[in-house]
């Protein structure tokens, strides 16, 4: 395993199942769960908080809730989740998103063994917020219905059942199925879907899925002043980040880069990721390079980097 850089809290490669923070389980109605925690909040916007839940038993299920802060960006990594919102309800399934603002009510079922459910957080500090209700529950058992999925009798929600019909997961707009995006982008080499817009993270960053063909190579440079959260979804990438050895980033791993490091990601045989803090503006700039490869496509060339520079976007990437 590479070394981390000291200057860096988080290990720049987290590789699941061996370089957590911390482990916890949860058990309710005989239904196991065991999570990994990968990422603390950090930041003003107490951001990219990050772990894996592992849902051991099929049928888990959390029931109808809502949260007062924050934002929620999960990922189905392996199985299959029930989700029900607004009325409605669809089966998601690997490599699908779902992004939740605050005071939307949802439900999950975790319908098969060894569901894997990623999950990004934004002013939650979720972990946390978790770890106090084991302990609380541990010993105000009566308060909270065991047998269910822990969840308060006091609740708004408890025995909350509104009618659902159930519908294509595209009809919902909260997901974000793994093959589409807000908005699509194509370059050589490489195809941009937008998952989760600037409007829904109250201005602070958006979520990319970067479709790699063989050959595609990801870089930034040391002027970059943000964090790099990238995931790799499918396939595998050659990872080069100042001051440490090479290394492979295989499937499910996640590179957290501090800011101010070089680094470059290379996709040899093609790979899938994920940008899940891009603080850049992103889609601005990806909107007027598109607009200039079609109406001026002899200016793109020279005007392409001030175009990326304007809107504080420091990932390039190009076709070896």
Known sequence: ?????????????IVPG???????????????????YYIEPYGPFEHNELLDTFYLDAGNEMCYHEHERGAETFLV?????????????CILTKGDIVHLPPYLPHKFIWLEEGTIWRELFQQMRMAEECIEGLRYKAYHKD??????????????YYDYKPATIEVPKEQI???????????TFRFPGVELRLKVGRWETKGHKEVWQLVMQP?????WSFRNPFYNLLIVQEGQVEVHIDGMEPFTAKERDILHVPPRLSGEVLAPEGAVLF????????????????????????????????VLEKHRVFLRGRLR
């Open 1 to 13: 395993m590479p070394q981390k850089p000291e200057f860096t809290l988080h290990d720049v490669h």
């Open 18 to 36: 061996e370089t957590s923070l911390f482990d916890f389980d949860e058990c309710y109605g005989g239904k196991r769960s065991h999570s990994q």
């Open 77 to 89: 990594d392996g199985g299959s989740v029930q989700l029900e919102i607004c009325g409605k309800k």
């Open 143 to 156: 308060d909270f219905d065991m047998a269910k999925d822990g969840q308060s009798t006091s609740s708004l």
């Open 173 to 183: 707009y909260h997901v974000r199925p793994y093959d589409q995006g807000l908005e």
């Open 215 to 219: 050959g595609f190579e990801l870089n």
């Open 275 to 306: 940008d899940y803090n891009c603080e850049g503006f992103g889609l601005r700039a990806i909107e007027e390079l598109a607009s200039l490869a079609a109406f001026a496509p002899e200016r793109l060339a020279d005007e392409a980097e001030g």
